[in-house]
């Protein structure tokens, strides 16, 4: 069988792996012989790198000599929230110089949370000959003159070159002018999906009016708040073809014309399947929505600030929607419509109107989601911010929805308690990765003790994701979930009491996940130079501001830590507040 | 729960592999078993880490063998996991500032929640982000996106303009309710998160730095912070001992009182560069959108404005 298969000449080797497009299988086909190896390094067309320090541009680029789409990720995901200091890295800068000179045929680039700057851009929109698509998730440290140049050069007769997808995603784009936009050729047609969401400044509207005119396979459209409503009518009107949609503000004096003009854009649009925008949402303006409810799928109402009364009257028409992001004005009652009304219902985002005020401002609690996981079978990724939790509940919802996935519940007071027994959420919790057997994304809140990581390193088998705050007492519940958690790629960890001890015993367990971020924890220098002596494979960050850790008493903890496995050695780009421990047991500044 | 106590006495006939560990593994046992016992209890505000000493050599050993409850990893893991035992760890560290009373604080709750957090500020400089010196204000909580919290409080703020416009006097219908709802969102988010952080740029460097404006109140702590951050030399060693707090603001900033090579201003929201210092601080968090550490010289341009706004003599740096 084995000589067989061998026998077979090498392009049809190649077409039937150019079949098979999962990583995972791809890497296994890799290791059958020497020569599937050979045969699928050269025919590998799509990689995905989760940390871009894991490894080195050079190093993909002399394994997969011919890659068109690739995809990089660089700052921790607690980066979202500040946790980690401006310039501590994540620069893309590298990987388009090495790639501009060796695939001159890339069509795709994926960042997120990467720092990409004008030059960088710039470079990328003369380099690669048939650039296709470029999404900035979460990215920094561009400009709209970045932009600019992207626009300017997305078409060439003499290259086949046609920009295809520029989605912006929640990147930070200093807004220098919205005079970008005219820099798209008069005769480019072939846009199919722009996401201007984040954009602060004013695009220029007759610019983005033409664009969207000529593109006849434009298929997503985010626009971003600074586009007027009474401007959406006309924009819907050219692009009928439409099938996702982010206004901007929704708001208007209420006219009649304005209305029935918007109304009649919509009902024009049979494709619409997505919503999202509404900012500034007045609400006598939603009904001109409602023509074309029953085709929603994903609705995103997360920035609309209006009462449960009017949202119910929205959602309960939207009777084919399977992704809903909302704000907590949905309230308990919101919810249970939801629940009788979207039997589709996949996933639910409910985040907080007031997360900073000390009571609760609307009639949100615990409550709502249990009614949602009684009514919405289908149900699999619940993010849901609450002040209030009980383990009775949890209970329910894990008995009710085992088909859960990702289950991300963020109490906004720290440590709170079961608000009926005042017991911590530990069984609660429990519940959910006991029944919840397919798990992959797991946050935690509310108080816990070490117990919920001992069910945790018990049951949840296929969690591949932890997020933890202000939960545990000791080393040993970090060590269940190093010891236990077999499939576990991700680990954040903010303000626990974990120590040394559970992260010395489990090192190995580090080269087996991507990362694990630690901060504000109990974790000492001392247990870091140890770690970084013993693990040459780990990169292990010391993130500290208050200036070198050796300063410090070894009994007082370090700040942030941020280890993650590597073949690339340490990283040459750290800033000053970065320490790292090498193999020579010399603390090295960067 | 009895899986847990497999997990940690890990059976004595532990696959990790062979020399140094085991004997220890042996005599430990019985004691990582009682010791479990009163953990699962809780009884853990006894003392610091009863469970501690023990865990260590317990741990260091199991891991390859694998416990009652868990499936034996492949032997390198043990492997590893043994090298890094109570032998090479230095010293116990205690966690006593931390961890013993945080459970009965937790119940209690409320203000007292991050304690961590709140001690590390103590211990520490003013740090960029750290837990400010007022509030109970902890960074990165809730986990919401710096993007939605602008978004929430931009809105409030355009929703109250809005209101004021068409409201006018309060009165007692229902779009008063709606309108405290709305208010008191606003109030608390631009109370307690100002648009969180904004960006600090000094001359001369590309990449810039992000400030929590919540964490100061008035802006000699801000530009004290603003120094260490950008002038602080990395040679400069703080001994961080019990007493060695930085010193703490007593020395006017060279940033605010001209003195030195470089002056703090901002962007306000008309797009206006501005001199830091001038308008009340409550104003200046109302309106600043980013900072920028510009060098004197080049801050000529702002000081006519700054001159006439404020009909007030100011030496210009030549």
Not at chain 1, 124 to 149: P, R, Y
Not at chain 1, 304 to 329: E, F
Request: proline share 5%.
């Amino acid at each position: 069988m084995q000589r067989m298969a061998c026998s077979f000449p090498d392009e049809v080797l190649e077409h039937v792996f150019s079949f098979v497009q999962c990583d995972n299988d791809r890497n296994a086909i890799s290791t059958v012989c020497k020569s599937w190896y050979k045969i699928e390094r050269w025919s590998r067309r799509r990689v995905f790198v989760g940390n871009c320090y894991a490894i080195s541009p050079d190093m993909v680029i002399r394994r997969f000599p011919d890659v068109r789409s690739i995809e990089l990720k660089g700052k921790p995901h607690f980066a979202d929230f500040n946790l980690v200091p401006d310039g501590w890295g994540g620069y893309v800068a590298p990987w388009i110089s090495a790639m501009a000179a060796a695939y001159p045929w890339l069509e795709e680039i994926r960042l997120k949370r990467m720092v990409i700057t004008d030059e960088n851009l710039e470079l990328i929109s003369k380099s690669f000959k048939n650039f296709k698509v470029l999404v900035l998730s979460s990215c920094e440290g561009f400009s709209t003159d970045g932009l600019a140049a992207i626009a300017a050069n997305c078409r060439s007769y003499l290259h086949c070159r046609n920009l295809r997808e520029l989605d912006l995603r929640e990147s930070e784009v200093e807004d220098l002018s919205g005079h970008w936009l005219k820099h798209f050729p008069d005769d480019y047609t072939s846009l199919v999906s722009l996401n201007i969401a984040c954009l602060g400044c004013e695009v220029s509207f007759s610019a983005l009016e033409r664009l969207v005119g000529r593109c006849p396979n434009l298929r997503t459209l985010r626009l971003n708040r600074a586009v007027p409503l009474d401007k959406l009518a006309n924009l819907l009107r050219r692009a009928p073809q439409l099938v996702e949609l982010g206004t901007g503000a929704y708001s208007s004096e209420l006219r009649p014309d304005v209305f029935s003009n918007l109304s009649g854009a919509f009902s024009g649009c049979k494709e619409l399947k997505s919503l999202s925008g509404f900012w500034d949402v007045v609400p006598g303006y939603l009904p001109a929505v409602y023509p074309i409810c029953c085709r929603l799928t994903t609705l995103n109402l997360s920035y609309a600030t209006i009462q449960s009364p009017d949202l119910i009257k929205l959602v309960g028409q939207c009777q084919n929607l399977q992704r809903l992001w909302v704000l907590d004005y949905i309230e308990d009652a919101g919810l249970d419509a939801v629940a009788a009304s979207c039997k589709d219902l996949r996933e639910l985002r409910v985040f907080p109107s007031d997360p900073y005020g000390p009571e609760p401002n609307v009639p949100l609690t615990e409550q709502g989601l249990v009614s949602i996981s009684e009514g919405c079978s289908k149900l699999q990724s619940v993010l849901y911010f609450c002040r209030q939790m009980s383990n009775a509940a949890l209970m329910t919802i894990a008995r009710n929805r085992p088909n859960m996935t990702r289950f991300r519940l963020c109490i906004i007071e720290p440590g709170t308690p079961d608000y009926l027994t005042l017991q911590p959420l530990d069984v609660g919790f429990g519940a959910i990765v006991e029944h919840c057997k397919d798990l992959q994304r797991l946050s935690l809140s509310g108080l816990l003790t070490d117990l919920v990581f001992e069910y945790i390193g018990t049951y949840a088998k296929k969690l591949e994701m932890l997020s933890v705050a202000f939960a545990g007492e000791s080393d040993l519940g970090l060590h269940h979930v190093l010891s236990g958690c077999e499939k576990l790629r991700k680990l954040e960890i903010r303000d626990c009491p974990f120590g040394d001890k559970a992260l010395l015993a489990n090192a190995a367990k580090l080269e087996t996940m991507r990362s694990l971020w630690m901060s504000s924890c109990s974790v000492t220098f001392g247990a870091c130079k140890l770690l970084g002596q013993k693990m040459p494979r780990l990169n292990v960050e010391v993130i500290d501001e208050r200036g070198t850790p050796d300063s410090r008493p070894e009994s007082c903890p370090i700040d942030k830590l941020y280890i993650y496995r590597t073949v690339a050695g340490s990283r040459f780009d750290m800033p000053g507040f970065v320490w790292t421990i090498d193999e020579d047991s010399a603390m090295r500044l960067s | 729960m009895d899986g847990t106590l497999g997990l940690l006495s890990g059976g004595g006939g532990s696959g990790g592999g062979g020399s140094s560990g085991a004997s220890a593994n042996e005599s430990t046992v019985s004691k990582v078993e009682v010791v479990e016992q009163d953990f699962v209890g809780m009884s853990s505000e006894a003392s610091s880490y009863p469970a501690e000493a023990e865990l260590e050599l317990g741990l260091g050993l199991s891991l390859g063998g694998g416990g009652g409850a868990v499936k034996a990893k492949p032997c390198t893991w043990g492997e590893r996991g043994r090298i890094l035992t109570a032998k090479d760890f230095p010293s116990v560290v205690s966690h006593g500032s931390s961890t013993p009373s945080r459970f009965s604080d937790r119940a209690t709750a409320a203000a007292v929640g991050p304690v961590s957090g709140t001690k590390r500020a103590a211990d520490s400089v003013c740090q960029e982000g750290g837990s400010p010196t007022g509030g109970s204000q902890v960074v990165g909580w809730p986990p919401i996106r710096a993007y939605r919290m602008n978004s929430l409080v931009n809105q409030a703020k355009s929703q109250r303009a809005e209101e004021d416009k068409l409201i006018g006097e309060k009165d007692k219908s229902p779009d008063a309710t709606k309108k405290k709802i709305y208010t008191k969102a606003e109030t608390n988010a631009k109370e307690k998160c100002h648009l969180g952080f904004v960006k600090v740029n000094i001359d001369g460097v590309p990449i810039g730095r992000k400030v929590d404006l919540n964490a100061h109140s008035c802006y000699a702590t801000l530009a004290q912070m603003l120094e260490d951050m950008f002038f602080r030399s990395a040679t400069t060693v703080k001994s961080m001992g019990s007493g060695g707090e930085k010193e703490q603001l007593t020395k006017p900033s060279k940033l605010l009182d001209g003195s030195s090579e470089f002056v703090l201003t901002y962007e306000d929201k008309d797009g206006d560069w501005m001199l830091v210092g001038d308008v009340p601080w409550g104003m200046f968090l109302g309106s600043v959108k980013r900072l920028r550490i510009m060098r004197t010289s080049e801050a000529n341009g702002l000081a006519p404005r700054f001159h006439e706004r404020n009909e007030r003599q100011r030496s210009k740096p030549i």
